[in-house]
């Protein structure tokens, strides 16, 4: 029997490569397009079987391709590959024609199970071999792959509780609530309950609730019937069906809408539902494993999480405490990440220079292990320490003047390149007063330029701590005062980190006020990234103007 065409449709090189060799291990005649110019013009000289389509191209979308190539008449299963940023893309392209679609990232079984449901009986038996193994230099972030297992690392008192408690748990079906901060590693949490539990063998399906609409996420985790609504060409099982006596983790559940919420309680305490569009019930028995970043007692109270769910699944609630909180993790981990990157961008490194690892652990991390992770993909790529060690400057949370410092380390030989002579300073200004944001338990002060030696002042939350102009628009509206100072007598420590965080206000605040509270641009000015400002916005409790005028 002739193999199965596939046409894979993406503008990045390492997806077409990697899912070319991971389709043809399984099976499948794979051919390749790099652009959806490239892709029509392939699909009008050639016969597929299906077709893999990217939503997100440059020059022409995978949503314009789908629907010139249904213009046209063809009819071969199209699946779309959607990111978190496409959610809406994949609700038109299945209104279009699509046959299917498949949120990144997402792991080699999931794909499979997609193309089976496209082809039906057509597609070929599943290998029993061992998967294939992809080189990491185009492996990409958008494909979860079995070489990419998270794996726990963690030496704090804390999450030593946390996998005691999983140990004790996980041989039962009651469901456990993950609670914590974003990336501070539920997800590894949850599969560790799935690895130590008798379902060990069967599916470990996750499903992200903030990454789809409310009418995409209920057909994705009940499934629906075919003609159930425009686009639903054929009968699809959803993510319960395909975790039946595995475990189902549903991260973000906190985002989850309220009328959904209902249904998934009746599969909690029915173990059955019915699929979109469907007439008879569904029986399942899923384990499942919840987890959220919210306060789910405060969502409750605002009306946005049913009180019944979160007591059916808060039977077991595991939290993880921030990266700040078990800093003597930071080492272990960075440890582990470079190991893990080291081997895919540099050669004969096995450590960072005790500089970095310095800065790490003064840093506070809002990001939490994955802010870590990325920090050393990004230390491994640029070979360069004072680039991240300036971001980390810039952040707030490294000295002011660092100590030398090596600009390149990673050679062939295994030695660090040469030495930047010079420390690593904010920049030079003439007519501004900089703010250096201060490390953890230092006393923040303010550096005039044109100023022989720097004054100590008051740490009040002063308007005069950066002398920007206040613009008279409708975002300049008195704010809040900062949050109280904690009762009783302060400790040094105490005076640090309050005193970082006036100042860390006052910079902040002045510049919102100066970008019209684009915060997008006023992370950009303060050399932050986005998600850092709205964290750094919430913890300073600045509000936001335009919100309160909706009021």
Same mark, same amino acid.
């Not at 399984?26 to 790099?34: H, K, L, P, S, T």
């Not at 998934?264 to 979109?276: K, S, T």
């Given at each position: 029997?002739?193999?199965?065409?596939?046409?894979?449709?993406?503008?990045?090189?390492?997806?077409?490569?990697?899912?070319?060799?991971?389709?043809?291990?399984?099976?499948?005649?794979?051919?390749?397009?790099?652009?959806?110019?490239?892709?029509?013009?392939?699909?009008?000289?050639?016969?597929?079987?299906?077709?893999?389509?990217?939503?997100?191209?440059?020059?022409?979308?995978?949503?314009?391709?789908?629907?010139?190539? /249904? #213009?046209?008449?063809?009819?071969?299963?199209?699946?779309?590959?959607?990111?978190?940023?496409?959610?809406?893309?994949?609700?038109?392209?299945?209104?279009?024609?699509?046959?299917?679609? &498949?949120?990144?990232?997402?792991? %080699?079984?999931?794909?499979?199970?997609?193309?089976?449901?496209?082809?039906?009986?057509?597609?070929?038996?599943?290998?029993?071999?061992?998967?294939?193994?992809?080189?990491?230099?185009?492996?990409?972030?958008?494909?979860?792959?079995?070489?990419?297992?998270?794996?726990?690392?963690?030496?704090?008192?804390?999450?030593?509780?946390?996998?005691?408690?999983?140990?004790?748990?996980?041989?039962?079906?009651?469901?456990? *609530?993950?609670?914590?901060?974003?990336?501070?590693?539920?997800?590894?949490?949850?599969?560790?309950?799935?690895?130590?539990?008798?379902?060990?063998?069967?599916?470990?399906?996750?499903?992200?609730?903030?990454?789809?609409?409310?009418?995409?996420?209920?057909?994705?985790?009940? #499934?629906?019937?075919?003609?159930?609504?425009?686009?639903?060409?054929?009968?699809?099982?959803?993510?319960?069906?395909?975790?039946?006596?595995?475990?189902?983790?549903?991260?973000?559940?906190?985002?989850?809408?309220?009328?959904?919420?209902?249904?998934?309680?009746?599969?909690?305490?029915?173990?059955?539902?019915?699929?979109? #569009?469907?007439?008879?019930?569904?029986?399942?028995?899923?384990?499942?494993?919840?987890?959220?970043?919210?306060?789910?007692?405060?969502?409750?109270?605002?009306?946005?999480?049913?009180?019944? *769910?979160?007591?059916? *699944? %808060?039977?077991?609630?595991?939290?993880?405490?921030?990266?700040?909180?078990?800093?003597?993790?930071?080492?272990?981990?960075?440890?582990?990440?470079?190991?893990?990157?080291?081997?895919?961008?540099?050669?004969?490194?096995?450590?960072?220079?005790?500089?970095? &690892?310095?800065?790490?652990?003064?840093?506070?991390?809002?990001?939490?292990?994955?802010?870590?992770?990325?920090?050393?993909?990004?230390?491994?790529?640029?070979?360069?320490?004072?680039?991240?060690?300036?971001?980390?400057?810039?952040?707030?949370?490294?000295?002011?003047?660092?100590?030398?410092?090596?600009?390149?380390?990673?050679?062939?030989?295994?030695?660090?390149? /040469?030495?930047?002579?010079?420390?690593?300073?904010?920049?030079?200004?003439?007519?501004?007063?900089?703010?250096?944001?201060?490390?953890?338990?230092?006393?923040?002060?303010?550096?005039?330029?044109?100023?022989?030696?720097?004054?100590?002042?008051?740490?009040?939350?002063?308007?005069?701590?950066? @002398?920007?102009?206040?613009?008279? %628009?409708?975002?300049?509206?008195?704010?809040? @005062?900062?949050?109280?100072?904690?009762?009783?007598?302060?400790?040094?420590?105490?005076?640090?980190?309050?005193?970082?965080?006036?100042?860390?206000?006052?910079?902040?605040?002045?510049?919102?006020?100066?970008?019209?509270?684009?915060?997008?641009?006023?992370?950009?000015?303060?050399?932050?990234?986005?998600?850092?400002?709205?964290?750094?916005?919430?913890?300073?409790?600045?509000?936001?103007?335009?919100?309160?005028?909706?009021?």
């Amino acid at each position: 029997m002739d193999r199965i065409a596939v046409l894979v449709v993406d503008d990045e090189e390492s997806v077409r490569t990697f899912l070319s060799e991971l389709l043809g291990s399984a099976g499948y005649q794979v051919r390749c397009a790099a652009s959806g110019a490239q892709a029509l013009e392939m699909l009008s000289g050639g016969s597929f079987d299906a077709v893999l389509l990217d939503v997100v191209m440059p020059e022409m979308s995978g949503l314009e391709v789908l629907r010139r190539y /249904r #213009g046209t008449g063809g009819s071969a299963p199209v699946i779309v590959l959607s990111a978190l940023a496409g959610a809406d893309d994949a609700v038109r392209a299945m209104k279009m024609g699509a046959s299917d679609y &498949l949120p990144k990232p997402f792991g %080699n079984d999931e794909l499979q199970d997609v193309l089976a449901r496209a082809l039906g009986t057509r597609a070929p038996e599943r290998q029993t071999v061992a998967p294939v193994v992809i080189p990491p230099r185009v492996a990409s972030p958008a494909v979860e792959t079995a070489q990419d297992a998270r794996v726990l690392i963690s030496t704090s008192p804390s999450m030593r509780r946390a996998r005691a408690l999983v140990e004790r748990i996980a041989d039962t079906d009651v469901p456990v *609530l993950l609670l914590g901060e974003s990336g501070t590693g539920k997800e590894v949490i949850a599969r560790e309950i799935h690895a130590r539990s008798q379902r060990k063998g069967k599916p470990f399906i996750k499903i992200n609730c903030a990454a789809l609409p409310a009418e995409l996420l209920e057909s994705e985790l009940f #499934g629906h019937e075919r003609g159930a609504f425009t686009g639903a060409t054929a009968e699809k099982p959803g993510k319960f069906e395909l975790a039946d006596q595995g475990t189902i983790f549903l991260d973000e559940i906190g985002e989850m809408a309220i009328r959904l919420q209902a249904k998934l309680l009746q599969v909690l305490q029915d173990e059955e539902f019915f699929r979109v #569009g469907g007439k008879k019930s569904v029986r399942v028995d899923s384990r499942v494993v919840v987890a959220t970043n919210r306060d789910l007692e405060k969502e409750i109270a605002l009306g946005n999480f049913r009180e019944d *769910l979160y007591y059916r *699944l %808060n039977v077991v609630a595991i939290r993880l405490p921030p990266l700040r909180e078990r800093r003597e993790d930071v080492v272990p981990l960075t440890d582990h990440f470079l190991k893990k990157y080291g081997r895919q961008y540099i050669t004969g490194v096995s450590e960072l220079p005790r500089e970095v &690892l310095q800065a790490f652990a003064d840093y506070d991390w809002p990001g939490n292990v994955r802010e870590l992770e990325n920090m050393v993909r990004r230390l491994c790529v640029l070979k360069d320490a004072t680039l991240v060690l300036d971001e980390l400057n810039a952040g707030g949370r490294t000295p002011a003047s660092a100590p030398s410092l090596p600009t390149a380390y990673g050679g062939d030989d295994g030695t660090y390149g /040469r030495v930047h002579d010079e420390p690593v300073r904010a920049p030079p200004s003439s007519s501004v007063q900089v703010l250096e944001m201060p490390s953890r338990g230092a006393a923040a002060q303010v550096v005039a330029s044109a100023a022989p030696a720097p004054a100590p002042v008051m740490l009040e939350p002063a308007n005069s701590v950066l @002398p920007t102009p206040r613009y008279l %628009n409708p975002f300049d509206v008195p704010q809040p @005062p900062p949050p109280p100072a904690p009762a009783g007598e302060p400790s040094l420590k105490d005076i640090g980190k309050r005193a970082a965080m006036l100042a860390e206000r006052e910079a902040i605040l002045s510049m919102l006020q100066r970008t019209a509270w684009n915060k997008r641009r006023a992370a950009t000015k303060l050399r932050i990234s986005y998600k850092a400002l709205l964290y750094k916005i919430k913890e300073c409790g600045i509000i936001d103007p335009r919100s309160s005028a909706e009021l």
